[in-house]
């Protein structure tokens, strides 16, 4: 199973990013997909979660109304577009997957990308 992250960088205040995470190796269509982060000296958060279908979809309050995530079956990737970058989402992402259910808790989650940083200057 892997799990590739791509598309972080560093941006100004207000402006946007859009991640992406290629999936290989599991049936992407039968795996909840999730995006978590985690700042320096801080535990890992839940960021956002999608659906097998992509009908559902779930979000943390501290991104919510800024970040969308979606999903691409024909090529096996899922997408979180932020928006209204703050210095506060500064953190490397890491995209998840999980066979069973939704979850928000980073514990539940068996299958982990690497990681991509993300870094907003204010």
């Known amino acids: 199973v892997q799990l590739q992250a791509s598309g972080g960088g560093l941006v100004q205040a207000g402006g946007s990013l859009r991640l992406s995470c290629a999936v290989s190796?599991?049936?992407?269509?039968?795996?909840?997909m999730a995006w978590f982060r985690q700042a320096p000296g801080k535990e890992r958060e839940f960021v956002a979660a999608i659906s097998w279908r992509g009908g559902i979809t779930y979000y943390a309050d501290s991104v919510k109304g800024r970040s969308t995530i979606s999903r691409d079956y024909a090529g096996n990737t899922v997408y979180l577009q932020m928006n209204g970058l703050k210095p506060e989402d500064t953190a490397v992402y890491y995209c998840?997957?999980?066979?069973?259910?939704?979850?928000?808790?980073?514990?539940?989650?068996?299958?982990w990308g690497q990681g991509t940083q993300v870094t907003v200057s204010s």
């Open positions: 998840a997957a999980r066979g069973v259910a939704y979850s928000s808790s980073p514990y539940d989650y068996d299958n």
């Open positions: 190796g599991l049936n992407f269509g039968r795996y909840y």
